[in-house]
């Protein structure tokens, strides 16, 4: 992995988090009402904002686990790396909370499937910086979806620092 980035305070990461996670709330409820107005097509570049703010979002939730773990994070975007940095116990803890408690079910899919929090992570560990490129001509991932498991992470986050959602 990269550099290690020491950091005195993890609320700080997490105060960010939280900021590009409601960030990224705001942009997607404001494309969702834009594409009613004006159609889809124009409506989805926004959304594509939304996926980048969201996926640093949960970037940073990451990296503030690993501040709270370590007293340091791991410089990097790809999410699935980041998560292989943190300490095993942890990785198994988010992965059994998500795979057993959440429920994905498509409209074509007649059985619901349990989460897979390491397939989740993999269709979108490079997020950021894929939604960012989408000009290059890169094809968008149309498999971005990770709020439950950065959720999951998040409830891990408040387990081992209760303080940072008390005022």
Avoid at 118 to 136: G, K, P
Wanted: aromatic share 14%.
């Amino acid at each position: 992995m990269s550099k290690k980035v020491p950091v005195k305070d993890a609320k700080d990461l997490w105060n960010e988090a939280s900021t590009f996670e409601r960030t990224s709330i705001a942009i997607h409820n404001a494309a969702y009402k834009y594409m009613l107005e004006k159609g889809e097509d124009l409506a989805i570049g926004m959304t594509y904002a939304a996926y980048v703010n969201h996926a640093y979002s949960f970037e940073l939730y990451l990296k503030c686990l690993m501040v709270i773990e370590y007293g340091y994070f791991h410089w990097g975007h790809e999410l699935l790396e980041l998560f292989k940095e943190l300490p095993q116990k942890t990785q198994d803890e988010i992965v059994h909370n998500n795979d057993t408690l959440t429920t994905r079910k498509s409209i074509t899919q007649a059985i619901p499937q349990g989460g897979n929090f390491i397939q989740s992570l993999t269709e979108a560990s490079n997020a950021f910086v894929d939604y960012r490129y989408l000009y290059n001509g890169k094809e968008p991932n149309e498999n971005y979806d990770l709020s439950f498991p950065m959720q999951f992470v998040k409830n891990v986050i408040i387990q081992k620092r209760p303080d940072f959602v008390n005022p």
